[in-house]
């Protein structure tokens, strides 16, 4: 909460911000399939965080956002589809986390709600005019259809004439006069004919201004929903669905696995393979081989370098619950002993800086990283790592 | 008459709309949203609050069972805790401490006493995650199969006992017995 309001006061005030870094968001997760990531903060960006309500799994600074954060992070670099995550994440907190509830009995009025009211209104609207209608005099001796009727006025003539005559008794002589006055005051058979056609035709336009009003209406809704680029997503989607979106994420990695596993054993001395043994380890959270992993890899290359030395620390800093244990402390300094800008080992320690808070060190040892500018890192996410700290508080 | 009334249809939904609204202001969006409900309970390993063997989920399960997430830094946990006690009589009470410093969790249960079966530590909020944890107290009602068959998020006071938990439990346990 607080980042944000910062973070909006410093738009207020004008300050540059590269878009990168509103988007960003925290990102202390180094992504397996970098081109993930950009679907990954799409889909967080979708979803509530559960503690502070009005606020996004990236806006929010609290820790069960960053938390959730993380997992919906892991989880797309997976594989997981969008769908996948989002049932995993209301299995957990309820629908409440999505801002795009789904359309079931208990939000059927949510849904249906605006459709029923439009409903309402244009019935509404439809009875009014139609009363209206009905109190219209139909037009008599209209100049299109030749002087064919009576004066109009005979008609006006002939209903206070009945409306007198009702009022009296049926034997009295005004009220024989007044039927014999409605008598010659009739409109004629010619006339009625006239009248009938006149509003039959009359009726039979009416449609044209409904039709039109559908169709605005309809024009209007298509209008509103190809604007939101929904079809397009949708279209995007439909092109190139995901070939291994039925495999589960663990099938995935079980396949990868495999394939490392035939490589070693056809070359037992393949320093890269044992690195990308030990590191599939660590993101499945399988620490203890992951550490027999990157034993190998230290007895192979003849004493550990300090990309392994680094490497084992990180294993027993995750399997610590990302606590610098003392021996992940002493392999770090093992590590950095040995190359004093060794990458993971700075990324290590600067990711443990972040995750207290100490957020001025953390950014301390990404700036080193960007200025020693070795290979491997990722430059753009240590920007807005950086620029992610300093609105945090650095 | 009617024209009258038709004149105060407005108003009338309006008052409606008002009254549904305020109500929902009442509603907990979480405790009863049926799609938490009926899913398991994960299967996680954890340490004891107390050392010793790492407590597993799967041994809580075996007859409906009360999980209470709690931690000594929050006061509406302190505030239900004398209840808890209470609950400890009559159903399976165990505890998850949540992002708690064990020496402080452990001072507080010595101080207040101890209504828990096991508490299971949950120093980084790992578990909490997987169950959906987002705030303390948090109290689940799981079957004997770890089904959650419904959950409260706050204090819990004897009300919401009665009402919300205490049939869920009674038609659990019949359930329990063919």
Not at chain 1, 200 to 208: D, F, I, K, N
Request: glycine share 8%; aromatic share 8%.
């Amino acid at each position: 909460m607080k980042g944000f309001t910062i973070l909006c006061a410093l738009l207020v005030l004008g300050v540059p911000l590269s878009q990168g870094a509103l988007a960003s968001g925290v990102d202390t997760y180094q992504f397996q399939h970098p081109e993930l990531q950009s679907r990954a903060q799409d889909l967080a960006r979708t979803l509530r965080c559960p503690q502070c309500q009005n606020q996004n799994l990236v806006e929010s600074n609290s820790p069960i956002a960053r938390d959730l954060r993380l997992e919906v992070y892991r989880w797309v670099d997976e594989g997981q589809s969008d769908e996948q995550v989002i049932a995993r994440m209301t299995s957990r907190f309820g629908d409440f986390v999505r801002y795009d509830p789904p359309f079931k009995a208990s939000t059927a009025l949510l849904w249906g709600g605006p459709a029923l009211l439009l409903l309402l209104a244009l019935a509404r609207l439809r009875a009014s005019l139609q009363r209206k209608q009905q109190v219209r005099m139909p037009l008599i001796g209209d100049k299109e259809q030749g002087n064919l009727a009576q004066d109009p006025r005979a008609e006006l003539n002939r209903r206070i004439m009945a409306e007198q005559q009702a009022g009296l008794a049926p034997h009295s002589r005004l009220y024989r006069e007044l039927a014999l006055a409605r008598l010659a005051n009739a409109t004629p058979a010619t006339e009625q004919a006239l009248r009938a056609r006149v509003a039959s035709s009359h009726t039979a336009s009416r449609p044209l201004p409904w039709l039109l009003l559908g169709a605005l209406l309809l024009a209007l809704i298509v209008g509103v929903y190809s604007s939101t680029g929904r079809y397009q997503a949708w279209q995007a989607y439909q092109d190139r669905p995901d070939p291994l979106a039925g495999l589960s994420p663990r099938d995935l990695q079980d396949k990868e696995l495999g394939a490392l596993h035939l490589r070693l054993q056809s070359n037992a001395q393949d320093l890269d393979g044992w690195a990308e043994h030990g590191q599939l380890y660590l993101y499945r959270d399988e620490y203890e081989d992951a550490w027999l992993a990157y034993q190998r890899l230290a007895l192979l290359e003849g004493g550990a370098s300090a990309a392994t030395l680094a490497a084992q620390a990180t294993v027993r800093y995750y399997q610590a619950g990302q606590q610098l244990t003392p021996e992940a402390r002493r392999l770090l300094d093992a590590a950095l002993a040995l190359d004093k800008g060794e990458v993971s080992a700075l990324m290590l320690l600067a990711a443990d800086h972040f995750l207290h808070g100490r957020y001025s060190q953390a950014i301390a040892l990404w700036q080193r990283l960007l200025d020693e500018e070795r290979p491997r890192i990722n430059r753009a996410a240590l920007i807005q790592a950086i620029q992610t700290a300093r609105i945090m508080g650095g | 008459m009617r024209a009258r009334l038709r004149l105060f249809m407005p108003l009338l939904l309006t008052l409606c709309l008002g009254v549904l609204l305020w109500l929902g202001l009442g509603n907990n969006p979480y405790s009863q949203d049926e799609a938490t409900l009926g899913r398991s309970l994960p299967g996680w390993q954890s340490e004891s609050l107390f050392g010793g063997d790492p407590i597993h989920t799967e041994a809580l399960k075996g007859e409906p069972f009360v999980l209470n997430v709690w931690a000594s830094w929050c006061p509406n946990c302190r505030a239900e805790h004398p209840l808890l006690a209470e609950l400890a009589k009559t159903v399976p009470l165990y505890g998850l401490n949540y992002r708690d410093k064990g020496d402080a969790a452990r001072a507080w249960l010595e101080e207040a006493g101890n209504p828990y079966r096991a508490v299971l530590a949950d120093p980084d909020g790992k578990l909490a995650l997987e169950l959906g944890v987002y705030g303390t107290p948090e109290t689940y009602l799981f079957a004997a199969d770890g089904t959650l068959l419904t959950r409260h998020t706050g204090l819990l006071t004897t009300d919401i006992w009665q009402r919300q938990f205490v049939p869920k439990l009674k038609a659990a346990r019949q359930e329990g017995k063919p």
